[in-house]
């Protein structure tokens, strides 16, 4: 389910704030359910926002979620909708936006440490880092974090400035996404997504290989040993040429998926780092 504004210029170099607001009732969610915001400028999104960093997964009746967003004088549309990853089901309702004033309220010296260091950090080792005006994107960047009191106050404009370098990957991940990324349970391996594959009209090898979002060694070494014990069995057909279906990945932990389908790649670089100055030395992925 999706909502989309057109959004109309105002006469303001500041930013505006909103809030969009509605119920969410989920059941048996398998990664998150929440509200997805993505505010853009023509064709380039702006600040995006789903939710992600809430944990609203698993079973649940209804209650009222909301997601604050800002949106400047560059923006021309705002998308909104409903967004269930993972397997499971959600169901929403009575969606509702309402404009917040910004707050006039100083950081405090911890926040504005905090905000600061991180944005130094996202300047220096960025890729794409001369590509960003930073006195504007710093301005606004302190002006979205006003009346901040604590360190998670001052995700949504760090997420801005990660947006600011265009480079479409690079993102924050919160405290606790971080903690279902590397944390490791007993039984955690058993709830990853796998590699499914078969032999299609006698002669082609087929996988369909979803993406790894995780990053402890136990999930990433099963994930990779399943992925090539597949291979191993469906090679036993001889196929003359393999499948490999990504239309369902989006991406995550690349070194698990590159082990996987090491047997199919063979030996040598598949593919390459760049770092920001020393944009000709590439460094290579060996498998």
Not at 94 to 120: C, Q, R, T, V, W
Not at 193 to 201: A, E, M, S, Y
Not at 238 to 260: E, S, Y
Request: with cysteine.
């Amino acid at each position: 389910m999706f909502l989309f504004l057109k959004w109309l210029r105002y006469p303001s170099t500041s930013l505006r704030k909103y809030r969009v607001t509605g119920f969410l009732k989920r059941d048996a969610v398998e990664q998150f359910a929440g509200i997805w915001v993505n505010v853009f400028a023509g064709d380039k999104s702006l600040f995006f926002n789903n939710m992600g960093d809430r944990a609203l997964n698993g079973t649940a009746d209804w209650i009222e979620i909301s997601n604050d967003f800002f949106v400047d004088v560059a923006a021309t549309r705002v998308q909104i909708g409903g967004l269930t990853v993972g397997k499971g089901t959600a169901w929403f309702d009575d969606f509702s936006l309402i404009e917040l004033p910004l707050s006039k309220e100083s950081l405090p010296d911890s926040l504005h440490s905090y905000l600061n260091e991180a944005i130094g950090i996202i300047q220096k080792n960025a890729l794409l880092r001369d590509s960003v005006n930073w006195p504007e994107v710093t301005d606004r960047a302190f002006l979205m974090a006003s009346g901040a009191s604590n360190y998670a106050a001052c995700y949504p404009a760090i997420s801005y400035v990660l947006k600011a370098l265009g480079d479409h990957h690079s993102f924050l991940m919160p405290a606790s996404m971080n903690k279902s990324w590397s944390a490791s349970e007993p039984d955690a391996a058993q709830n990853l997504p796998l590699t499914t594959g078969k032999t299609l009209d006698g002669k082609y090898g087929y996988l369909q290989m979803p993406g790894v979002a995780v990053g402890d060694e136990t999930r990433t070494t099963y994930f990779a040993d399943q992925l090539q014990n597949l291979l191993e069995n469906l090679d036993r057909s001889k196929p003359i040429g393999w499948i490999l279906d990504l239309r369902q990945n989006q991406g995550g932990n690349c070194w698990p998926m590159l082990a996987g389908i090491g047997p199919l790649l063979g030996e040598g670089a598949c593919g390459f780092f760049m770092v920001p100055d020393q944009k000709r030395k590439a460094y290579a992925l060996d498998v």
